[in-house]
């Protein structure tokens, strides 16, 4: 036997490469209908080899079905290619497959008029059929084939259950009894400190070790089982787990701030919540990351002149580098370099850690300028762009105010969720803190936004955000 993760870019490549081939082969005889629908009205070859064949013909036959895959990706389809639903697959197959049609109509096709109405909606009619008719037979086919794979137990799902007292060995036969297409194996428990420990045949590891055992036994989800479901727990645990990067569920037995949110794929799937995903659905996910991706590099290239005019006004402002970098926390407890022009003089923390606060001396007066507008955070595009953060998401913090909050505010360790933000539903309703108990305070903002999180509350925050700067209201 072997876990899903050894296969899971196997399973996906799968399914990469059955669409792309029922992408293409859905074009080309629609191409085949066309022709002969057309062919009074608007095409102009004598036979259907030559329209095929004809320069157009081909590169449409070329680029269409790779925009197709770009479509098929953004619906989130391939982020997961194991344990889908069957109800879930059609969904997301069927309304890809209608933008898929709808794009393909306004790009290539809308130019086709005939005059009769009737031709043009069953030219699209026929598109959806035969696009989203291929498109599912070779997924259903890849996901029948996956199940198979499960039921023979050639495949596996690696299960290790934190907690090992009474309450861990029902979840584990709650497990064992769900979701029979997929297999789950139970590798073992792990003793919580404070627990009452069960003692019998099934391997036994102790939590210190946790990092090594997940390594070793290739764990793919950790289920969380502790005898009391207790938040600061449950969170406390979470901060060990995140740096994993390994799926954290835990049964949805008590509703707090760390269960009440559920997501449609948790009501799908297994009935545990996933602790270590935001509550937005795949599609959304890689909505918000094209996004950011494509905005970052545009801001990058179009402001480059002001990039330049910052960049010697701090260099002529005061002795230090252009570029200040710190390390931040980000997505799933890992550290990184985040980027600003520099606003404070060199050496600002000589003395230890310090938050900035009004009339800072710290500050200089191009930075005082700089923060009113928050051109300072311009280079933090390119910590999007690589993949550190996001346009929107809770603010990065470090390491060091980290371990203030936590005491505090427990809840802080769920903002791992989600990619840091350069701006966030904190900072604009908030602002900067310039203590720790103004960050508490904020990260309460961070916290509606991760329960509450959508592209529309982006565009809203967006939105919030470009008033404040237009206001010189970012200080």
């Known amino acids: 036997m072997k876990p899903v993760e050894v296969s899971k870019n196997a399973q996906r490549a799968k399914y990469v490469v059955s669409d792309l081939v029922a992408g293409a082969l859905a074009f080309w005889i629609f191409n085949i209908v066309r022709f002969f629908l057309l062919h009074n009205y608007e095409v102009s070859y004598a036979y259907l080899w030559n329209y095929l064949g004809s320069t157009k013909l081909v590169i449409e036959q070329c680029v269409v079905p790779v925009g197709m895959l770009g479509i098929f990706w953004l619906s989130g389809y391939y982020n997961q290619p194991f344990q889908k639903s069957r109800l879930q697959e059609f969904n997301v197959t069927f309304f890809s497959s209608i933008i ?13 008029q005939t005059g009769k109405r009737i031709i043009n909606y069953e030219l699209i009619i026929i598109l959806f059929g035969l696009l989203f008719l291929l498109v599912y037979l070779g997924r259903l086919f890849i996901t029948d084939l996956a199940i198979r794979h499960f039921k023979k137990d050639q495949w596996h799902i ?17 497990i064992e009894s769900t979701k029979k297409n997929y297999k789950f194996n139970v590798k073992g428990f792990v003793e919580i400190p404070g627990e009452h420990s069960v003692k019998d045949t099934m391997p036994i590891f102790e939590f210190e070790k946790l990092a090594d055992v997940c390594q070793k036994q290739q764990i793919n989800q950790v289920i969380l089982a502790p005898e009391n479901h207790d938040d600061k727990k449950v969170l406390k645990l979470l901060m060990v787990l ?18 009440s949110a559920i997501r449609m794929q948790d009501i799908y799937g297994d009935p545990f919540i996933d602790l270590t995903s935001p509550t937005i659905s ?52 890992k550290p990184f370099r985040i980027f600003k022009f520099r606003s404070m003089i060199e050496d600002a923390e000589r003395e230890g850690p310090k938050l900035s606060s009004d009339n800072d001396r710290r500050i200089t007066q191009v930075g005082q300028w700089m923060r009113k507008y928050r051109l300072d955070e311009l280079p933090q595009f390119w910590n999007v762009l690589k993949g550190d953060m996001s346009i929107v998401g809770p603010r990065p913090e470090r390491d060091f105010y980290i371990q203030q909050i936590i005491p505090l505010a427990p809840y802080y360790t769920l903002v791992c969720q989600v990619r840091p933000g350069i701006t966030s539903w904190g900072m604009v309703k908030y602002g900067y803190a310039s203590n720790v108990d103004q960050m508490v305070e904020r990260t309460r903002y961070d916290l509606l936004y991760l329960a509450n999180m959508s592209l529309s509350l982006d565009c809203k925050i967006l939105i919030y955000t470009v008033k404040t700067i237009l206001g010189g209201e970012g200080k």
């Open 242 to 259: 995140f740096p994993l990067d390994i799926s954290v569920k835990i049964s949805p037995d008590t509703f707090s701030y760390v269960t």
């Open 158 to 174: 690696n299960v290790l259950i934190l907690g090992n007292s009474k309450v861990s060995r029902k979840v584990a036969q709650q």
């Open 282 to 333: 795949e599609s959304s996910k890689n909505i918000k990351r094209s996004f950011d991706v494509a905005f970052s590099a545009i801001v990058l290239f179009l402001l480059s002149p002001l990039f330049a005019l910052l960049a010697l006004l701090v260099k002529f402002s005061s002795k230090g580098p252009v570029i200040y970098s710190q390390e931040r926390i980000g997505l799933h407890q």
């Open 100 to 112: 898929n049609t709808v794009i393909i109509y306004l790009v290539l096709l809308i130019n086709d």
